[in-house]
């Protein structure tokens, strides 16, 4: 017998349904963000790094998966879009600057803590303003494709390259927020039978 219960979402479960599980994610970055406050060194690093590829996977999924079906399915959709991806825009480049300075930066952590408001406020408004709608208006089945390309997507970006780039200093160059947006695109698109 299939399990009926609930993460504190109505509807389908966190296997079968893109808002749960994205839902879920936005705990898994708050923990994350909990993690590379209370560690240092070589451990704030690892959790660091681990911030910035489930905050690539988690916004270029949303970017490709879930903002497309929004815009169509309710009123204001548009607008509900496009302020969320102000506010992504916004993140991800206090995330890079982050990246850039390192977790030794004395300006690291109150830039951090700045980052992580901003985005618990950006995951809230996802949440009341965006998936409630798609929960509403969104057939299961599609929010289960949904969710399918997601895992794929988070499944396959932490471990491979950026697309296109042969050589490791050209990765490098490129940075590693670059190479997990682009194959977390690339995996969504294949995954959701679209063209590159």
Do not use: C, W
Not at 73 to 101: H, P
């Amino acid at each position: 017998m299939k399990d009926q219960t609930h993460d504190g979402d109505t509807g389908a479960g966190v296997q079968d349904d893109v808002v749960a599980l994205l839902t879920r994610q936005h705990g898994d970055i708050r923990t994350l963000f909990d993690e590379v406050e209370r560690t240092t060194g070589m451990e704030r690093q690892d959790a660091f790094r681990r911030l910035v590829r489930l905050l690539a996977v988690h916004e270029t999924a949303e970017e490709e998966i879930v903002h497309p079906v929004a815009r169509r399915s309710f009123d204001g959709g548009e607008q509900v879009v496009e302020d969320r991806l102000r506010e992504e825009k916004q993140a991800k480049e206090k995330l890079s600057r982050l990246d850039e300075m390192g977790p030794e930066d004395p300006q690291f952590l109150p830039m951090l803590l700045q980052l992580r408001t901003e985005v618990m406020e950006h995951a809230r408004s996802e949440e009341r303003y965006e998936f409630a709608q798609l929960r509403r208006r969104t057939d299961p089945g599609q929010l289960a494709a949904m969710a399918n390309a997601v895992k794929a997507a988070e499944a396959l970006a932490p471990t491979h390259p950026h697309p296109g780039v042969e050589t490791a200093a050209k990765n490098i160059a490129l940075g590693p927020m670059a190479a997990i947006i682009d194959r977390t695109r690339d995996t969504v698109r294949r995954t959701m039978g679209k063209d590159g």
